[in-house]
């Protein structure tokens, strides 16, 4: 039986995500179900992403995760590929995975964690009005969780962020799988009292995730292919929502790693319910009990 959600927001790149009003009719219960995918399997995502899901992993592609998502609060959902959980009931962590062509990301630019820091602080403040004019508490960020960290052998980016508002602190652990015409996003939602255990799921998730060969960081042809216009400090900016940006003197400081005219369409999943454990639940989220799930008619591996 599918237990009661207790929602969550995401915050977006703009403000519009937030804006949007939820459905006016509870969904069906037909429409509670969803196809949930048992590890270990071999997942082809799209855009030449693939994932080999562990053992104990549960993967819910789209269109069963945008209705899953928008269920809890997130109604602009493009280019999430999809939601991976545990099969165990007793941990309630979750990871979003999305992916954004935004061209080949160079990594060739020093991380500036206070500079960072500072940027998403303001930008999260200022983004505060929005948040409570669409009845959402104010979102206050700590000191790094974990600083950010890139692998230039593995094309790997790391950050952990924590967020605290009067429903709670929650802990954002964000990653990225840098390829040749963008990346993948692999976002962890925890709770800030498990985060240190609970992480290894998103290392044991970032390993898993790469692109096929063709479209891999290594193959970029810099005759052909498209760059992106912002390095890796832009995507931890974009990461924490665009508003953390868009402030000039930000921009400057940064050496205008972003175009005020551009729109960076990064999702920085932030959770202020209480109930984490019950979003992310086993039993909440109608993950079965049987070890093979039947496979949606339409797409590959859950996508459309």
């Known amino acids: 039986m599918i237990g009661r959600i207790v929602g969550f927001s995401v915050l977006l790149s703009s403000a519009v995500a937030m804006a949007t009003p939820p459905p006016s009719a509870p969904p069906s219960a037909a429409e509670e179900q969803y196809r ?3 590890g270990p399997k071999q997942l082809e995502l799209g855009h030449d992403v693939q994932v080999a899901l562990p053992a104990g ?15 809890n609060g997130s109604f602009d959902n493009e280019g999430v590929l999809g939601v991976v959980m545990s099969q165990d009931e007793k941990q309630s962590w979750g990871i979003i995975l999305d992916y954004q062509e935004a061209g080949y990301v160079k990594d060739d630019e020093k991380l500036d964690a206070g500079e960072l820091l500072k940027a998403i602080r303001e930008g999260t403040e200022q983004g505060n009005k929005e948040r409570t004019a669409h009845g959402f508490p104010e979102l206050h960020v700590g000191d790094w969780s974990e600083a950010p960290r890139y692998d230039h052998a593995t094309h790997r980016l790391i950050w952990a962020l924590p967020a605290t508002s009067t429903n709670g602190t929650t802990i954002n652990y964000n990653t990225r799988v840098l390829g040749r015409k963008g990346f993948v996003s692999l976002n962890l939602l925890s709770g800030a009292d498990r985060i240190a255990t609970e992480k290894s799921n998103a290392a044991t998730m970032l ?24 390095g890796l400090m832009g995507l931890i ?13 930000i ?14 369409i990064i999702s920085f999943f932030v959770l202020i ?3 984490l454990k019950k979003l992310f639940g086993r039993k909440s989220a109608g993950v079965p009990d049987q070890k093979e799930t039947k496979l949606p008619p339409t797409g590959t591996d859950g996508n459309s």
């Open 36 to 38: 949930w995918q048992l």
């Open 237 to 249: 900016l974009g990461g924490a929502g665009i508003a953390a940006v868009t402030k000039v003197g």
């Open 251 to 264: 921009l400057a400081k940064l050496g205008g790693l972003l175009l005020a005219a551009k729109k960076l």
């Open 207 to 230: 390993a898993a995730t790469t692109f096929k060969t063709g479209a891999r960081y290594e193959d970029f042809n810099k005759k052909t292919d498209k760059v992106a216009e912002y």
């Open 57 to 71: 992993y549960v993967f819910l592609g789209m269109p069963d995760a945008d209705r899953f998502l928008k269920k």
């Open 273 to 275: 319910g209480a109930g």
